[in-house]
């Protein structure tokens, strides 16, 4: 029998609590980002001027604090919370099995909640500057005002797990039964492509998934994992009333479904960040040599292009979900999050979205990234957006048979097509090409 160590499957979406400050070499602190120095503009901050102007108030509700009225103010549906236990947050003294962090989503801002903590933890996505942290503070106060947190964030927030760039992290670590990671063991990054039975160590995960397994649910007695790993008590569950004090929060569940979703979400976004700060550093870096090489302006260096084209690349794999792991039984959540997720994106003429989930062989019934219609995704620069878009058509159209998007069939891609014509502005003309002459690519 062979002691392995742990695993807790913990999102750093949301700041960590660590000294110092912004490291001499994180290029998105100097020109053409700027991050620290530039002015935030996303949903936090245009929600602090509707506060600042009297707009909009705030309801202090006790041992809940500000979280009900942020969450109504962000559009955040209370079904996405899901309630995590290990100690990976700024406030990891407040959290343990018996007092889980709670965290809710939607397309475009993280909220962390922990019981009798002292800030709310935010974490918005900006077109421009990536993801930026917030906290807020929970006592009651006459001008509620976020706080924007840089250095003790970005000291982990900014590290190869998000590619370099002001991100959200999501990884799979076993968890003591204080809380504690057992971090000895190694950790796993999880995102859409990780198999099931990889994720969700550390988190509660109400839902039903039939015979396949996952970590979800598991507190470990001892300093040691044996394997095989027995979680039989952690699956299938959908109630956490004898694990904690439901009442506390604003929702009993930890919705299976909002933990999948948002796997998928944190790696589209950080994967829209990279492209967006690689294309304008290589842009002003093409800039400066056509200076320096007295270039007639606009050059474009082939360096450059590759780049962009790299970068492009991945985020077109995120995208489309290149690699996801497969189902191999139906996925039921307890809270209703699917049914809300699936009602929030616009439809063609058939009813067809991109927000449709299938959850019997995977995600989405229709293999292409709802955050296409994100404000992130139409900030990308000029460059970076016209090389995702001719990419996207070059492989929905037929022409583009690579082996990666081999999980797209014919009806796969001509449905996300007609869908994204349908229901997507500012798409390129020659997304206009008609099904017919489509149909005849081979």
Excluded at 61 to 74: N, V
Excluded at 114 to 130: P, R, T
Excluded at 155 to 180: I, K, N
Excluded at 411 to 431: E, V
């Amino acid at each position: 029998m062979r002691v392995i160590g742990i695993l807790n499957f913990a999102i750093a979406a949301l700041p960590v609590l660590l000294a110092g400050g912004l490291f001499a070499d994180d290029e998105f602190d100097s020109a053409p980002i700027l991050y620290s120095q530039s002015t935030p503009d996303n949903r936090i901050s245009r929600l602090q001027q509707r506060l600042d102007q009297g707009e909009l108030t705030f309801t202090h509700e006790g041992d809940k604090s500000y979280l009900p009225s942020l969450l109504k103010a962000l559009d955040i549906p209370v079904e996405s919370q899901m309630l995590v236990f290990s100690k990976t947050s700024l406030q990891m003294r407040r959290i343990s099995p018996r007092t889980p962090r709670a965290i809710y989503f939607n397309d475009d801002v993280y909220v962390g909640f922990c019981q009798s903590g002292e800030v709310l933890e935010i974490s918005a996505v900006d077109a421009q500057l990536g993801t930026v942290f917030y906290t807020l503070n929970q006592e009651e106060n006459e001008k509620p005002q976020f706080q924007r947190r840089n250095d003790n964030c970005l000291v982990c927030h900014s590290s190869s797990r998000t590619e370099g760039v002001p991100g959200h992290v999501v990884r799979s670590l076993f968890v003591d039964a204080s809380g504690q990671p057992m971090l000895s063991a190694g950790s796993r990054m999880v995102d859409h492509t990780t198999p099931v039975e990889q994720r969700w160590g550390g988190w509660y995960v109400t839902g039903t998934h039939g015979s396949q397994k996952h970590l979800g649910n598991l507190i470990v007695q001892g300093r040691d994992v044996e394997e095989p790993v027995d979680n039989s008590a952690g699956q299938n569950v959908t109630e956490l009333k004898d694990r904690l004090n439901v009442d506390r929060y604003v929702s009993p569940h930890s919705d299976i479904v909002a933990l999948m979703v948002l796997e998928h979400q944190v790696l589209v976004h950080n994967r829209m960040v990279k492209a967006s700060f690689d294309t304008r550093q290589a842009l002003d870096y093409d800039t400066m040599m056509n200076r320096m090489l007295k270039n007639p302006a606009g050059t474009r260096l082939e360096s450059t292009t590759r780049r962009i084209q790299s970068t492009g690349d991945r985020l077109v794999d995120a995208l489309l979900l290149v690699n996801e792991a497969k189902l191999t039984e139906p996925i039921k959540g307890t809270s209703g999050y699917a049914e809300q997720f699936a009602v929030g994106g616009p439809r063609d003429l058939q009813g067809r979205s991109l927000r449709d989930l299938d959850l019997t062989t995977r995600l989405f019934k229709y293999p292409c990234s709802y955050l296409i219609y994100s404000e992130a995704f139409d900030g990308l620069p000029v460059e970076s957006r016209d090389y995702v878009w001719q990419k996207l058509f070059d492989i929905l159209s037929g022409q583009d048979q690579s082996g990666k998007f081999v999980h797209l069939s014919k009806d796969d891609r001509q449905a996300i097509l007609d869908i994204l014509r349908a229901t997507k502005t500012s798409l390129p003309d020659y997304y206009k090409i008609t099904a017919e002459a489509i149909t005849s690519i081979p």
